[in-house]
């Protein structure tokens, strides 16, 4: 539960006596590597650096939410890198428990921006050395300045933006602006906003507050995840003006209570007909016909349409300090405890995610790449186009495992990527008050 | 000689226990004094602890009227659960102990009963969603049969469906227990009776009853123990819609308040304790266990 000592910790002495003995070996088998580089033909941009022997044996552990840490990313990254890759899912508080109490059972841990404030607060994670990252120059402007198509990132709740630097390696508190470390680095994000029954409800959605009209009593439903599930319900009551938040990433205690007492009003007036925690429950609740208008994920929208069940993503676009999506973005973290060989090869894994491939992938289910650049080359013109332009796709859009998802012509919910991005009005959090809030979720569930 | 004889005695007795001890003392008890050393602790709020003692996480547990709404909420469950899985498991053991004349059948019949527990809880209650949906089974039959012209909301994200799902689930652990105490029931106490002129409700009310009190008492341990510490089966059949003690804690967890998560369930224990406790004392288990 605090801070638990890591007692495998190498000491540096001994890390660079072992490095000492590879030059020999290395030399040796140089030859060989470069030709089973070669042979590989992966394409990865920067060969593994570390040598084959050595790297056969080393397993690396992500840990991290299934939207995330996806099984088909850590087995291409296997088969590039040499390496061998366990990519273990669990729910967001169960992922941050567990960096938490038990940090050496994770390798890479998966974070969001306000997972990663926890972590280097709590010392389980290390800086990771920005200059190591060889894509690190061309990440976009929304992770190193803070801003995009120079208009300024939100900074309701906590962005990535805001948690990912810190002043030294093993720095414990966040540091504004980008610095040579960083506390985790993005590998997907995405805005988050209301999926709707497109032949159920009469007019297109473009505001929150449909999320509460009366019309929908028993028909709508909302995420129960109550640091986030909160956000959406602040975004609906905003955009109802029934109230002002100063910040709804962080709301006073004042606000806190207002969003829950509404919620308790709507939920006695039956206005829910459920809440939803994970991905698969939302499908389900939209595809079943329980409800026609919920807060939602771009990917789950698109698995409903897949079962030919039409359903559409809202676009929110802001409208002065109304409106605008929830965004979200995850990333990779460095455990503290891993050194030597294991922590080359956990940098080979960074650099490997930045090569486009993972970018691609991530794309054609509807979330996007921090470094748009190389997944663009791994991407189809007409996946470009309709993932990232906004432009009607040319031909059929297939998922990453070949599905077909969309006819052509369609053109994507919400627009182009910087339309949707730069509409993100709030990001996800743990308030300061989450303890408090958290006791208010709770009489929301059993009211 | 006999002393030896007796310390060898006590030896063999520690060696009876001692696999039993191996596995509570690590994996029972050792951490639950963890949960209840944690309960006196502050929280840092980032998912430390402050490690000086204090009475406030169980102050903040105890004095909240959240705390109140939650045991309502949870023991409600726990009480319909008990009735219906007593009431349907009951009669379930009545008929293949009573009724069933071939004791094979009534064997292979008993068996039958574990098989929907070959597959998963979580499948179990899943398989009612599409069954008791707006768009379900039984909404669409009513539908077409014109009793409605409105999906019937009640049957799915409702207590009733948080109800339906835990007797599915729980009404084994009824039957068993009360299908043991049943099985040793001397048939001719029975013929006895009926000779004597009493009716089938009479001796269903003065013997069958009264002589499986302890299969009952089992049966009513597991189902209240189970449902009081469930948070699942309340989550998922509710749609979110009814919170759970167990459901209000693990929520605590999420945003690492450990020693406030370790307080509510410090005080769970507790009552769940005393509840088995009442249950007990309502029965003689070890004689009828010894017998």
Known sequence: ?447 | MRSIVKAKRGHAGWLLILPLVLILVPFFIVPIIGVIAASFVQSDGFGGIIPSFTLDNYKSVLTSQLTLQLYWATLKFAVFAWFFSLLIGFWIAYFLVFHVRNQLLALGLFLLCTVPFWTSNIIRMISWIPLLGKEGLINSALGAAGVIDQPLDILLFSSLAVVIAYVHQLTIFMIVPIFNSMARIDKRTIEAARDAGASRFDIVRLIVLPLCKTGIALGSIFVVSIVMGDFFVVKVMSGGGSASVVGAFYEDIGVLQYPTAAASATILTVIVSLLVVAILRTVDIRKELTQ
């Not at chain 1, 991290?64 to 390496?83: E, H, M, N, T």
């Open chain 1, 1 to 447: 539960m605090g801070r638990i000592k890591d007692k495998f910790r190498r000491t540096s002495a001994g890390t660079s006596a072992a490095n000492q003995h590879q030059p020999s070996r290395r030399q040796v088998l140089k030859g060989t590597l470069a030709l089973a580089g070669a042979t590989a033909g992966s394409g990865v941009i920067g060969a593994p650096t570390i040598w084959a022997q050595d790297i056969k044996d080393i397993e690396l552990r992500h840990v991290g939410v299934s939207y995330s840490v996806v099984k088909a990313i850590g087995d291409q990254a296997a088969k590039d890198l040499g390496f061998k890759v366990t990519m273990q899912n669990l729910d967001t508080s169960a992922a941050i428990n567990r960096f938490i109490t038990q940090p050496n059972s994770v390798d890479i841990a998966d974070l969001e921006g306000w997972q990663a404030k926890l972590a280097a607060k709590r010392g389980v994670i290390q800086g990771i050395s920005v200059k190591k990252v060889k894509e690190f120059d061309n990440f976009l402007p929304i992770f190193t300045k803070g801003e995009l198509d120079g208009q300024k990132i939100p900074r309701q709740g906590i962005s990535p933006y805001e948690a990912m630097y810190i002043e030294k390696a093993d720095s414990t508190d966040l540091h504004e602006g980008v610095t040579e470390w960083a506390t985790f680095l993005p590998q997907v994000y995405n805005a988050d906003s209301i999926g709707y029954r497109p032949d159920l409800v009469d007019h297109p959605v473009t505001e929150w507050k449909d999320l509460l009209d009366p019309k929908y009593k028993g028909k709508a439903a909302i995420l129960d995840v109550p640091a986030i599930g909160i956000m959406d319900a602040a975004l609906c009551f905003e955009s109802a003006g029934l109230i002002k938040y100063g910040n709804k990433g962080n709301m006073t205690k004042e606000e806190i209570d207002f969003t829950i007492n509404k919620l308790i009003e709507l939920k006695k007036s039956g206005h829910f007909r459920a809440t939803w925690t994970t991905f698969d429950q939302s499908v389900q609740l939209m595809a079943a016909g329980e409800v026609i208008i919920q807060s939602m994920w771009s990917p789950a929208v698109a698995a409903v349409r897949v079962k030919q069940i039409p359903c559409v993503y809202a676009p929110v676009n802001k409208k002065g300090d109304k409106e605008g999506y929830r965004g979200w973005c995850n990333g990779l973290g460095l455990m503290k405890h891993l050194t030597g060989k294991k922590l080359d090869a956990a940098y080979e894994y960074i650099n490997w995610y930045y090569t486009g491939w993972q970018g691609a992938f991530v794309s054609r289910y509807g979330y996007y790449s921090p470094v748009p650049s190389t997944a663009k080359k791994e991407m189809t013109p007409t996946e470009w186009a309709f993932w990232y332009e906004g432009k009607p796709a040319p031909e059929e859009i297939k998922d990453p495992y070949g599905v077909s998802m969309e006819k052509a012509g369609t053109v994507r919910d919400g627009g182009s990527f910087l339309d949707r991005v730069k509409n993100i009005s709030c990001w996800n959090t743990l308030m300061d008050e989450a303890a408090f809030m958290n006791k208010r979720w709770n009489d929301f569930k059993v009211a």
